[in-house]
């Protein structure tokens, strides 16, 4: 080193080097070598670069070719989605696995079971995916199966998991077919044409067959009840017990997870319609938590009934206050009582729907024959009788 | 005391030979490095919602207008293949739209897999009568594309249109990663973005098969719609602005011929449906070439809504020029077998 004779004491390095020790040498090289594969990484990876690559799989279209593998490109492998656990015992009593085996005699996989989760279950139902996002669905556990017994015709199975047997409920009930025939081996459930639906623990399960002949049908049944028994039974966070089951219509119980008859505080709503003697009525009863809660959503049901229909009465039943309106020939009968609010809603016949109110609050006794509905029955001008109401009137 | 002597720079004992060499292998390192960067440079690089990109626009397939003819043709019957051909012949005939020696490319709704009873995907019999028609037309070539965005295969498979595609001898054209490129225009919120091109490639008439259905969403899924399914992507991120989008679609293409088939419609449920149970029988077909005017027709006539101010699409088509949404202004003619 030479001495700096602008500021001595502090010594200069020499500019040039005149040797380079061998492991710098080593590590420049190195240094070079990893820029020259970095630059061989970028050239392979701009080669092999497409913008699709999230559009489909190539590798799995051309293998499901004449399989028919349900494969798409951000689907989770059979046995690797890590979002909740197993969701199908394959027998009873057996631990639940992610694979959905073929739960019937005569049933064969068509291809891999399927898994979606939120960010993905639009590649399965697509448009239809916000409407199952909405009551937290969780997870899609799908597989297509072909039928020893029926050549040509397939049954496509579907487990929609949600977050709590409640939001299972939920969507099962939006999508209800109201002319499906109650089934018989689970509390929720019914058989369409061409499927069956129904409602087990937080699953809400579609089996769903490719034509509506038996020889479609009866094994798709066989699957159903089969995998019906393979799910666990939880009802834990339904309210459907707020509503009575007297006169109640078979399938016809409905879950209104928010915004129910355009109220922002009617809430997991439960709804359901009820064959009165011939005349259907639409009862509707939710549980808001609190009397605080109860009496917020109290406020906001008169607010709007005296603001958009016809109060015509109010007054006290069962120990709690009551409202009767009239919605352009559509009658109300409503109540709070504790934390529950209900009543009916859009009936026909006003004092048909106060009897039955007032039965549900004092646990007074309907006595009406089993009658294929009127007519006249809901939504339509039936005769209003007064009769029976000594309450404050309008 | 201030040190007042000069500096003195340490002599390089490097000779000229030695710089001369070593300018020339730092000016070449530096020039391959800038040439391979240029090399490796992609112009084309195609990130979406990044700047500008180069791009594709697809040309118009419609014929030219005829004013003797109908624009909008609406057909009611129960047999769908005899419908939908009945509503081809209220417009002028197959011969007006398909010639001799053409490469026609059906885009059917192949959304999902499921059977055709659920009216979710498009019929296989309306497949059949058009593409027969085409074929009947004198068509070289007939091409079924659709990218589901579940498995293609699946698909096609269980909405009955393979079957249809294996006895008519059709060109089944699967979504391939190399059969996109990239779509430039200027749409509301459509600008760049893979297209399932490389029917387009072959085709120079086009024809859509839409199933009229409810729809989550946009309330209607009818032709305009459709076209969705040229995507590539994650498109579904679109679903934010859905009827900027659907919009869009009648400014990325302008198709020959469109049918919707109104025959059983899926009415609730949509866009994915399940039970026959959503499905209504409708027994119509509409065929034109303005999708904003069908669209209009089928949202309350097909679908039975009252609310045609929902679908805003239709709203914002119309309002771009792209096509009439008051159906009744259009030459129209109804016919019923």
């Known amino acids: 080193m030479k001495a700096n004779l602008r500021f001595p004491g502090i010594r200069l390095r020499k500019v040039a080097r005149e040797e380079i020790p061998s492991f710098e040498q080593f590590l420049g090289g190195l240094i070079l070598l990893l820029i020259v594969v970095i630059g061989i990484g970028i050239y392979v990876k701009g080669k092999i670069y497409d913008p699709h690559t999230y559009a489909l799989d190539p590798a799995a279209l051309e293998s499901t070719r004449s399989e028919v593998l349900g494969k798409a490109a951000t689907v989770v492998a059979e046995g690797t989605s890590e979002r909740i656990g197993g969701v199908v015992a394959a027998a009873a009593g057996a631990a639940p696995v992610k694979v959905l085996p073929p739960m019937a005699d005569g049933f064969n996989p068509m291809g891999d079971t399927e898994h979606y989760v939120p960010d993905t279950l639009f590649e399965k139902i697509n448009g239809r995916a916000p409407a199952y996002l909405a009551f937290n669905f969780q997870e899609l556990t799908t597989r297509s199966f072909t039928l020893d017994s029926a050549a040509g015709q397939f049954v496509d199975v579907f487990i929609f998991s949600m977050d709590t047997p409640k939001n299972a409920f939920g969507i099962f009930s939006m999508e209800r077919d109201g002319s499906g025939a109650t089934v018989d081996f689970v509390t929720d459930g019914y058989r369409s044409e061409m499927g069956f639906f129904y409602r087990q623990g937080n699953a809400y399960v579609q089996v769903l067959a490719s034509d509506s002949s038996a020889a479609v049908m009866t094994p798709a049944e066989a699957f159903a009840k089969a995998l019906a028994a393979s799910l666990p039974v939880d ?22 997870q928010s915004n129910a008859y355009g109220l922002s505080l009617m809430k997991d709503v439960y709804e359901a319609k009820y064959n009165v003697g011939g005349t259907v009525l639409t ?106 109401f000594d309450d404050e009137e309008y | 005391m201030k040190n007042t002597e000069p500096i003195k720079m340490e002599t390089s004992d490097m000779t000229r030979r ?23 440079w992609e112009r084309k690089h195609f990130v979406p919602g990044f700047g500008e990109r180069e791009g594709l626009s697809l040309p118009s397939f419609r014929v030219e207008p005829n004013t003797a003819l109908p624009d909008l043709a609406v057909a009611h019957g129960a047999d769908r293949k005899q419908v939908i051909r009945a509503a081809v012949d209220a417009l002028g005939g197959i011969n007006r739209y398909i010639q001799k020696g053409d490469v026609v490319m059906i885009k059917p709704n192949v959304a999902f897999d499921r059977p055709p009873a659920l009216c979710a995907t498009t019929h296989p019999d309306a497949l059949t009568a058009i593409a027969e028609l085409c074929i009947e037309a004198g068509a070289k070539k007939v091409i079924i594309a659709d990218n589901p965005i579940n498995s293609p295969t699946s698909c096609f498979l269980k909405s009955g249109l393979e ?53 989550n969403l946009c309330y209607g899924s009818l032709t305009m719609k459709n076209w969705y399914g040229l995507l590539g992507g994650r498109r579904n991120q679109f679903h934010q602005h859905i009827h900027s989008i659907i919009s869009d679609f009648a400014l990325m293409i302008q198709p020959t011929l469109m049918i919707l088939d109104g025959m059983s419609v899926l009415m609730k449920n949509g866009p994915t449906g399940g039970r026959l149970s959503d499905v209504a029988e409708m027994n119509t077909v509409v065929a034109g070439d303005d999708m904003v005017a069908m669209d209009s027709y089928g949202y309350v006539n097909l679908l039975g809504r009252d609310n045609l101010d929902q679908l805003g699409y239709v709203h914002k088509a119309h309002d771009r020029g792209l096509g009439n949404k008051n159906w009744q202004e259009l030459k129209l003619k109804e016919v019923t077998i």
């Open chain 2, 163 to 215: 079957a249809v595609a294996n006895n008519l001898s059709l060109s089944m054209q699967y979504p391939e990663s190399s059969a996109f490129q990239s779509l430039k225009m200027e749409g509301e919120i459509l600008r760049h973005w893979p297209l399932f091109h490389r029917p387009f490639e072959q085709a120079n008439k086009v024809i859509g098969i839409s199933p009229a259905k409810d729809h």
């Open chain 1, 235 to 256: 009802d834990s966070g339904l309210g459907a017990s707020l509503l009575p089951t007297k006169y109640q219509v078979a399938n016809s119980l409905n879950f209104i």
């Open chain 2, 18 to 40: 030695q710089f001369m060499r070593q300018a020339v292998m730092t000016g070449t390192t530096l020039g391959v490095a800038l040439a391979g960067g240029a090399y490796l």
């Open chain 1, 283 to 388: 009862y509707f009863a939710m549980d808001a938590g609190s009397e605080a809660d109860a009496a917020a959503a109290w406020e906001e049901i008169k607010g709007y009934h005296t603001k958009y229909a016809d109060v015509q009465q109010t007054g006290d039943v069962g120990g709690g206050p009551f409202i009767v309106s009239d919605n352009f020939g559509d009658w109300n009968v409503l109540f709070m009582n504790g934390t529950i609010l209900g009543g009916v809603v859009d009936s026909s016949d006003r004092a048909l729907s106060y009897e039955f109110v007032e039965a549900q609050l004092t646990g007074a006794e309907l006595d009406y024959a089993e009658q294929a509905p009127s007519a006249a029955g809901e939504g339509t001008d039936a005769a209003v009788s007064e009769e029976g």
